[in-house]
């Protein structure tokens, strides 16, 4: 089935304990991304890739991190988690073409205390 | 900048009646792509429905259709015979390849729409 897989699906953690959101795809999309959903603010995009090795930053990739070194896997790092990334984070791939359908992942909902 | 904007934040509609969702957008560019996501409580992003800009005819889905009014930068959504299960946020969005986006989705706020038995 073709999918875009995020773990975990819910994470409590502490204010400066490193963490990773992992995202994987089974598409062989080439472009995948990293949105944030906030209550009135509806989803921003913090980072995207284009390709493998290929990374750059969406409207507000403040305190996170994105690596690309395989084409399925796309993982989410926040190196020093704040409180104000306590937020509902989606991983997204695509095929390159402009009018191709983004597929979403189940979300991860976290909670920074 | 591109924008896009969901002037209602909340709507509800009665089992089987027919709801409007306003979206408006801001783009200095010709060619784009405007999308329609339904998100249920779930919180899975589904795919609604989608337009070309230089598409003229409105998409339609079964109950789903837009009024695409490019002159207007206007992209409302219509749901007829509206059901329990169209109970949801929503979501517009827009997209193009120029201006440095990347081809990026450009998401509104969302408006949540209840659907009443």
């Known amino acids: 089935e073709a999918q875009v897989t995020q773990n975990p699906r819910y994470l409590i953690t502490v204010t400066g304990k490193k963490l990773t959101v992992t995202c994987s795809q089974n598409m062989n999309h080439e472009y995948m991304s990293w949105y944030r959903q906030d209550p009135g603010l509806g989803l921003r995009q913090i980072y995207y890739?284009?390709?493998?090795?290929?990374?750059d930053k969406g409207d507000v990739p403040e305190g996170y991190k994105v690596s690309r070194k395989e084409k399925r896997n796309f993982p989410l790092i926040l190196e020093s988690p704040s409180p104000n990334q306590t937020s509902l984070y989606f991983c997204?791939?695509?095929?390159?073409?402009?009018?191709?359908?983004?597929?979403f992942g189940s979300g991860t909902q976290l909670s920074v205390l | 900048a591109q924008t896009v904007t969901q002037s209602q934040p909340e709507m509800s509609v009665q089992e089987a009646e027919t709801v409007t969702l306003s979206c408006t957008y801001d783009?200095?560019?010709?060619?784009?792509?405007l999308f329609w996501y339904k998100q249920p409580p779930s919180r899975q992003m589904i795919l609604v429905i989608r337009?070309?800009?230089?598409?003229?005819q409105n998409a339609t889905e079964n109950r789903f259709s837009v009024n695409f009014q490019k002159a207007a930068k206007s992209f409302s959504l219509k749901i007829s015979d509206s059901q329990l299960g169209d109970t949801a946020m929503y979501f517009c969005?827009?997209?193009?390849?120029?201006?440095?986006?990347?081809?990026?989705?450009?998401f509104g706020k969302g408006t949540k729409l209840s659907v009443k038995p």
């Open positions: 783009t200095s560019e010709n060619n784009y792509y």
């Open positions: 890739s284009m390709n493998v090795e290929v990374t």
């Open positions: 337009q070309e800009a230089y598409k003229q």
């Open positions: 969005a827009f997209k193009t390849n120029y201006g440095g986006s990347q081809g990026n989705l450009i």
């Open positions: 997204a791939s695509r095929r390159q073409g402009i009018f191709e359908k983004l597929f």
